[in-house]
């Protein structure tokens, strides 16, 4: 193997690792200074909402993507918090941001008619 070789070949090695730790340390400094959470709607009998219990910290800013990954439409509510999205479109990612300003659990709920199960599509927010 020629000098040039093993010189490239480091440098590869390098790029890949300082790659790598750049990520993870974007991604921490993000973490610290946001709460990111990713709620994915489902039909019930499909799965209902993942994850049906969602935890977070209270007193910080809470972005939360919602996801529907169906074929029909869905809706969002978290009155507790005064959030709500009225339509979430098929295959579409809508993003709520909210300060859990409360402690306790909080139900959230579809707010647009889903399938005849509709009524059992629920979870909980659970700000600690």
Same mark, same amino acid.
């Given at each position: 193997?020629?000098?040039?070789? =093993?010189?490239?070949?480091?440098? #590869?090695?390098? @790029?890949?690792?300082?790659? *790598?730790?750049?990520?993870?340390?974007?991604? &921490?400094?993000?973490?610290? $200074?946001?709460?990111? @959470?990713?709620?994915? @709607?489902?039909?019930?009998? %499909?799965? %209902?909402?993942?994850?049906?219990?969602?935890? #977070?910290?209270?007193? &910080?800013?809470?972005?939360?993507?919602?996801? %529907?990954?169906?074929?029909?439409?869905?809706?969002?509510?978290?009155?507790?918090?005064?959030?709500?999205? &009225?339509?979430? $479109?098929?295959?579409? *990612? %809508?993003?709520? =941001?909210?300060?859990?300003? &409360? $402690?306790?659990?909080?139900?959230?709920?579809?707010?647009?008619?889903?399938?005849?199960?509709?009524?059992?599509?629920?979870?909980?927010? *659970? #700000?600690?």
């Amino acid at each position: 193997m020629k000098k040039s070789e =093993k010189i490239a070949i480091v440098i #590869v090695i390098f @790029a890949t690792i300082g790659t *790598v730790i750049g990520v993870f340390s974007i991604e &921490k400094l993000r973490r610290d $200074k946001l709460y990111t @959470a990713e709620l994915i @709607a489902r039909a019930p009998e %499909n799965g %209902n909402w993942y994850p049906q219990q969602l935890k #977070v910290p209270f007193g &910080k800013e809470i972005t939360l993507y919602i996801r %529907n990954i169906e074929t029909v439409s869905h809706g969002f509510a978290l009155p507790a918090f005064r959030v709500a999205v &009225k339509e979430l $479109k098929a295959g579409t *990612v %809508n993003v709520v =941001k909210f300060t859990a300003d &409360k $402690k306790g659990t909080f139900p959230f709920m579809c707010t647009v008619w889903c399938s005849e199960h509709h009524m059992d599509m629920r979870g909980e927010l *659970v #700000v600690e």
